[in-house]
Nanobody, 125 residues
Framework: QVQLVESGGGLVQTGGSLRLSCAAS????????MGWFRQAPGKEREFVAA????????YYANSVKGRFTISRGDAKNTVYLQMNSLKPEDTAFYYC??????????????????WGQGTQVTVSS
């Protein structure tokens, strides 16, 4: 059974930092592109960041570029999202995602094959 389990969400003040983790199990994800999406109340789920299976290629949404960093663990079954300089507009439920396809398809929810259950990030002003 494939599972993506997120952790690391919480409440932080504007300008603060959080690090999200996503642990994948059930199969070998080392060849899968993985990434993060987020969904705020009343809004559609949106792409945040993605990383290739090798960890050498990364994509970011313009809204987080320069503030967030995505990375993979040595075993490639764990993905991290380091979030710095957080803003109230970053408040959302953050979901880990994985795809059998290339990293390019992971910029859309339609390209996602596996979802985690999500973790809440709240940035207070």
């Amino acid at each position: 059974q494939v599972q993506l389990v997120e952790s690391g969400g919480g409440l932080v003040q504007t300008g603060g930092s959080l690090r999200l983790s996503c642990a994948a199990s059930g199969r070998t994800f080392s060849t899968y592109a993985m990434g993060w999406f987020r969904q705020a109340p009343g809004k559609e789920r949106e792409f945040v960041a993605a990383i290739s299976g090798s960890g050498t290629i990364t994509y970011y949404a313009n809204s987080v570029k320069g503030r967030f960093t995505i990375s993979r663990g040595d075993a490639k079954n764990t993905v991290y999202l380091q979030m710095n300089s957080l803003k109230p507009e970053d408040t959302a439920f953050y979901y880990c995602a994985a795809t059998r396809g290339s990293i390019a398809v992971l910029t859309s929810t339609q390209g996602v094959d596996f979802w985690g259950q999500g973790t809440q990030v709240t940035v207070s002003s």
